[in-house]
């Protein structure tokens, strides 16, 4: 029996963290015996009505036809369904599988309900906490396998009522596998920031850190709320450039002129684009809350400083480090990350094939 898996996502290809990593994996399964299809806003006619995210203007609510989203479903007729994301898209997708019998599995990428806890408005906060606490009950009830990509959120999907969950790895962009590696530099030059401009991404450390060591040019690259500060701070110092959203190919070209990939996120499920500086053979400093510091095949290749650390001191004594210490822990990150996504590809094959054994 052949495997059909059918994606279903709330956000657009490439669009999100979440949207860029189906992308990336249904890319990733192209040569493998499973086939694939991806219904999203922008794919398969799946756009429908929009409207702004509350809180973030910069992303959008779609609101899909019921039936086209079914008939699309139909029309593949999968073996499996996998729903990315809690919305309107991941819920009536959810209830199509269950009425089909199909096995089901619920990514679990980000817990949307704490992130809204940042956010000052709040009649904002409460309903949508409101919302994002039910849409992730009613899919775990749904589904048969809540998927996490660190421990802190599979077992906060088991509190919340999944039926069995998995941990299960990050895949990164084919081109940031096969693209030739720009060599690091011998000096420690260039900071990069890559992510929505939020509240739970702690801009303004990476913003003082620009202000306090004005021999390194920072540059923040992203869109979101907070992308008019970020403006004001890139206008008011030399040293700190704000390029805005970019394309993947434009990020490749920002992550391999950088010597230093920084996420300073206060709630971070596993951070991808820092396995993605990993890849390209440049550092990653993240902070102790992003989930990427549970894969032990990756921790010992990161710089993790926590929240109550200074980011611009931590940059210092990156710094400060022989170049060949610096060199040595990129070589064995970028390593570390093309062996982690091997293994995570092999992983989601095995799921797929039998995603209720066990």
Not at 76 to 88: E, R
Not at 107 to 115: C, D
Not at 163 to 181: E, F, M, N, Q, Y
């Amino acid at each position: 029996m052949s495997v059909r898996v059918a994606f279903v996502s709330d956000s657009e290809p490439e669009r999100n963290g979440v949207g860029a990593y189906y992308a990336d994996l249904i890319d990733q399964l192209g040569p493998t015996e499973v086939e694939t299809a991806f219904v999203c806003p922008g794919n398969s006619d799946q756009s429908g009505f929009s409207f702004p995210l509350p809180g973030d203007s910069t992303q959008k609510v779609y609101l899909p036809s019921p039936r086209r989203l079914w008939r699309a479903l139909r029309g593949f007729d999968p073996t499996v369904v996998v729903v990315a994301t809690p919305g309107p898209y991941g819920l009536l997708a959810s209830k199509w599988a269950q009425d089909k019998q199909l096995p089901l599995l619920a990514g679990f990428h980000t817990h949307y309900a704490g992130v809204t806890d940042l956010y000052g408005n709040a009649i904002f906060k409460y309903l949508s906490r409101g919302w994002f606490r039910f849409a992730d009950r009613t899919l775990f009830r749904y589904a048969d396998i809540a998927l996490g990509n660190s421990v802190e959120m599979t077992e906060l999907a088991d509190r919340l009522g999944a039926k069995r969950t998995r941990r299960i790895g990050t895949l990164v962009p084919r081109a940031v596998l096969d693209t030739p590696i720009r060599p690091l530099g011998s000096e420690f030059q260039r900071v990069l920031y890559a992510g929505r401009l939020a509240a739970e991404k702690r801009l303004h450390t990476v913003i003082d850190a620009a202000r306090r060591l004005p021999e390194i040019d920072f540059v923040m690259a992203g869109d979101g709320p907070l992308r008019a500060e970020v403006d004001r701070a890139a206008a008011e110092l030399d040293n700190l450039t704000a390029t805005g959203w970019l394309s993947r190919p434009e990020l490749l070209e920002q992550m391999d002129a950088a010597d230093v990939l920084v996420l300073p996120s206060e709630v971070e499920s596993f951070g991808t684009v820092a396995l993605e500086a990993m890849a390209r053979g440049r550092q990653a400093v993240v902070t102790s809350t992003c989930g990427i510091i549970n894969w032990p095949a990756l921790v010992e290749y990161l710089v993790v400083f926590g929240l109550d650390d200074d980011l611009a001191e931590v940059l210092q004594r990156i710094g400060e480090e022989p170049v060949e210490v610096r060199h040595a822990r990129a070589e064995a990150g970028r390593q570390a990350a093309h062996a982690l996504n091997r293994s995570s590809l092999d992983d989601w094959v095995g799921l797929l094939a039998d995603p209720l054994a066990g």
